[in-house]
């Protein structure tokens, strides 16, 4: 079975800064999706950055972007420039390219000072 | 704003009741999902209706069950509820273009359930 790991139950960071959170999954499958959601207090779960395992480039939104690295199952988010309203919990999730449902890790929460 | 739309937002009942939670995709999604998020558990994938049939199960209890309407709205019944199943649970859709890269998930705001 699938399982996707946060190790990271809290992170902080400076207002302008960059952050980087981690996330670590387990499959025997090929092709696959990686996901990064956000969760605000207002508790809606927003899509961030996505990324297909058959792409070798790291996929970029914006402030957003990943850091892919399949063979080490590696799937680390980036935000440069942080903002107030980065301030949210980030869930890292993972679906086959043979099935619809998300795993998900635990997430991580994330507060961005002033 | 996700397009999805979960109602009731809060919902307080008791022990051994039977609640109804409704959630109407986006405009032209078929595939609606169901998801449970509680502090012990984490996010959970309860269910998948696509287009009115069942597509995928999850960890859903036998208590648990849902529908897919032909206007595409689902509805999550919960029943013999106990104070276990207090969670905020999440409806998502998608346009389901198979299980291609196309095929994301967008949430809705989700139900908040207390049992008392």
């Known amino acids: 079975a699938q399982t996707v790991t946060q190790s990271q139950p809290e992170m902080s960071v400076q207002e302008a800064e960059t952050v980087t959170l981690s996330c670590t999954y387990d499959t025997s499958e090929s092709d696959y999706y990686l996901f990064w959601y956000k969760q605000p207090p207002s508790r809606q779960m927003i899509l961030v950055i996505r990324q297909e395992a058959y792409k070798q480039q790291n996929a970029t939104e914006n402030r957003f972007s990943v850091n892919f690295q399949k063979a080490a199952k590696s799937f680390s988010l980036k935000i440069s420039d942080s903002q107030l309203g980065d301030a949210a919990m980030y869930f890292c999730a993972y679906r086959s390219a043979r099935t619809d449902k998300l795993i998900f890790g635990t997430g991580t929460r994330l507060q961005v000072f002033p | ?116």
Request: proline share 3%.
């Open chain 2, 1 to 116: 704003d996700s397009g999805v739309t979960q109602t009731p937002k809060h919902l307080i009942t008791a022990t051994g009741q039977r609640v109804t939670l409704r959630c109407s995709p986006r405009s032209g999604d078929l595939s609606v999902y169901w998801y449970q998020q509680s502090l012990d558990q984490g996010l959970q994938f309860l269910i998948q209706y696509y287009n009115g049939e069942e597509r995928a199960k999850g960890n859903i209890l036998e208590r648990f069950s849902a529908q897919q309407f032909p206007d595409l709205h689902s509805e999550l019944n919960l029943s013999s509820l106990e104070l276990g199943d207090s969670a905020l649970y999440f409806c998502a859709s998608s346009v389901d273009e198979g299980s291609g890269p196309k095929n994301i998930q967008y949430f809705g705001a989700g139900t908040r359930l207390s049992v008392l």
